[in-house]
Nanobody, 114 residues
Framework: QVQLVESGGGLVQAGGSLRLSCAAP????????MRWFRQAPGKQREFVAVIYSGGNTNYADSVKGRFTISRDNAKNTLYLQMDSLRLEDTAVYLC????????WGRGTQVTVSS
């Protein structure tokens, strides 16, 4: 079992920035791909970004150019830098351990206000 703990969410005005973190235990972190998803009220969970074990990244079109996913393997931590936030980015953000098994954190709330 892998326990993931997200942090860094909060309330921010449109156009602002936040950086989310996801702490992932164990040395296997570096060998796994990691993803961010988000879920807004009444909507399905949607993919945000992925960072592969080798460091390549990919993003949903809706966040491309505004969000940056990164990882620090020495700290077993995944990050999501979110800039130029929009009202429609409001959601619970969840990190996902994407390996031989899938694990999810409980999420951190991001609320963007006008």
């Amino acid at each position: 079992q892998v326990q993931l703990v997200e942090s860094g969410g909060g309330l921010v005005q449109a156009g602002g920035s936040l950086r989310l973190s996801c702490a992932a235990p164990g040395s296997a972190f570096r060998d796994n791909h990691m993803r961010w998803f988000r879920q807004a009220p009444g909507k399905q969970r949607e993919f945000v970004a992925v960072i592969y074990s080798g460091g390549n990244t990919n993003y949903a079109d809706s966040v491309k150019g505004r969000f940056t996913i990164s990882r620090d393997n020495a700290k077993n931590t995944l990050y999501l830098q979110m800039d130029s936030l929009r009202l429609e980015d409001t959601a619970v953000y969840l990190c996902n351990w994407w390996g031989s098994k899938n694990y999810w954190g409980r999420g951190t709330q991001v609320t963007v206000s006008s």
